[in-house]
């Protein structure tokens, strides 16, 4: 019998990998979650896990409510408090912004009348969703995982199928726990080489969209594969499946190793006993075969790669730390010039000169992209001995309680506090500027978030995405700073 989350069409019979063609990792979770699939229309796809957080899903609940409908498999489904909530001590107690109040509120009041299990705040479990799902072991190879937010490709580095959804699909699979969708094609994305010193997976995605651009994924999962990714761990993998969505795609995934079952094994939510020699043994199934066909490959040479910097007002708009911006005079394309032309002048850069030396005022460590324990193990040895420039605010935040408390168990928060940085409470935090954790018009900040949008980080801020050491190095000097001094 399969786990309570294994793949399985809702009438609970197991589905079994069909012996056929060679497939690719994708194509086989894709075959196998396919319910119906009529020519020339969507195929019904059914869904292992529904992940729920309080900003897109109020509307979807109240859908179910005017419609007498209930949630289908609310055992399939888990909800978390992490956008809207603040990341400051008195957070259980105040939260300022109404409406990010009234949003938590209707998420208790939503959970309890659906029976759908939240993961509150002052609970253990509550953190950033696409942190919690892993951590907990929700999130398992061969699975098809969604959620009302973009970045829930970061649960394919389980070799997984995990993709965002609008608030009107939240609200059909609470209903049915299938989906309508149509299939999209494969791409690989093979990183060739070993990785320097100082490149992370940070740097292997910011160097992969800075190749292929924010739209050169559009219409494609992509499957990374290569060396320098089976040498990454498992937070490493999710932060490069995280930014996926940044490259266009539709989904990224990492087929499932044993860096991946050495991760979950013993996780609350994962297999236990026999059920896991089992389901290790099914997962093994699942990476591409020998001989399956993309539609596509792109190939990322890591060799050749320094630490990675965005200096644009999208995630495209990068470069190795020590390289010039690029010149708008330059680029043949006329909309490329004036879209390059148009990003330097919202971030008061200039063109032809290295982003190193750019005064910086804060810098944020956190996000569903870079809050996991490895972040900040990484970031406090940077900062382990040094302090943060008097001209810059550090702000690290756990990107859930659990990380929050091993974090405090290895002593990281008295490293971070000696350096001179803010230690929060767990939650999303600068990445997109609420609860007061924002900029100010004409500030800089390094973050290690996913997304550098004209005011993504508070109105008329100007972001720069870097590795959590990158930050780190950023911090200590008070502008944008190599960190591979910082690591010999």
């Known amino acids: 019998m399969l786990n309570e989350y294994g793949p399985r069409y809702a009438s609970g019979f197991e589905v079994k990998f069909a012996v056929s063609q060679p497939k690719t990792l994708f194509e086989k979770i894709w075959d196998d979650h396919v319910v119906v699939q009529e020519a020339g229309s969507p195929a019904v796809l059914y869904i292992d896990l529904h992940l729920v957080h309080e900003v897109t899903s109020p509307q979807a609940f109240q859908g179910l409510r005017d419609r007498g409908l209930r949630v289908r498999r609310p055992d399939h489904t888990q909800a978390t408090m992490d956008h809207s909530i603040p990341t400051t001590d008195n957070r259980l107690r105040i939260i300022e912004d109404p409406i990010a109040r009234k949003q938590v509120e209707q998420l208790r009041i939503n959970c309890q009348e659906f029976g759908v299990p939240l993961a509150d705040m002052g609970g253990l479990d509550q953190g950033i969703v696409h942190v919690i799902g892993p951590e907990l072991g929700l999130t398992q190879p061969g699975m098809t995982v969604v959620c009302g937010d973009s970045h829930t490709s970061t649960h394919g580095a389980f070799g997984a199928l995990a993709f965002g959804i609008g608030t009107t699909e939240v609200e059909h699979v609470l209903a049915t726990q299938c989906l309508l969708q149509n299939k999209p094609k494969t791409a690989e994305v093979r990183f060739v080489g070993k990785a320097p010193a100082g490149v992370g997976a940070k740097d292997l995605i910011l160097a992969l969209i800075a190749q292929i651009g924010v739209g050169g994924g559009t219409g494609y ?28 795609a539709r989904a990224g995934m990492i087929a499932p190793d044993d860096v991946t079952f050495e991760y979950l094994k013993g996780r609350p939510r994962a297999p236990q006993g026999a059920d896991w020699d089992a389901a290790v043994e099914r997962w093994r199934q699942l990476p591409s075969d020998p001989g399956a066909v993309y539609d596509k490959t792109i190939l990322v040479d890591v060799s050749k790669l320094e630490p990675m910097i965005t200096y644009g007002t999208n995630p495209g708009q990068g470069v190795g730390i020590s390289q010039p911006l690029p010149d708008p005079a330059h680029l043949a394309d006329s909309n490329q010039s004036a879209a390059l032309k148009k990003s330097l002048a919202y971030m008061a850069l200039e063109a032809g000169k290295p982003l190193l030396g750019q005064p910086i005022d804060v810098v944020f460590i956190g996000s569903c992209t870079n ?19 008097d001209k810059v605010r550090l702000m690290v935040v756990p990107g859930s309680e659990k990380v929050k408390k091993q974090a405090e168990e290895e002593g990281l928060p008295e490293i971070f506090k000696a350096a001179g940085a803010e230690w929060r409470q767990a939650g999303c935090s600068m990445c997109i500027a609420m609860n007061g954790d924002q900029l100010t018009p004409g500030q800089y900040s390094v973050s290690t978030s996913n997304r550098n949008f004209e005011g993504r980080q508070g109105k008329g801020g100007r972001t720069f995405l870097a590795s959590p050491v990158t930050a780190a190095a950023s911090a200590i000097e008070g502008a944008v700073a190599d960190p591979r001094k910082y690591l010999s």
């Open 371 to 389: 809050s996991r324990i490895s972040d900040l193990r990484d970031a406090a040895k940077v900062l382990q001995g040094r302090k943060v420039s």
């Open 221 to 248: 999962v992509l499957e990374y594969t290569g060396e320098a990714i089976s040498e990454l761990s498992m937070e490493g993998r999710m932060t490069l499946c995280n930014m996926s969505i940044e490259g266009g």
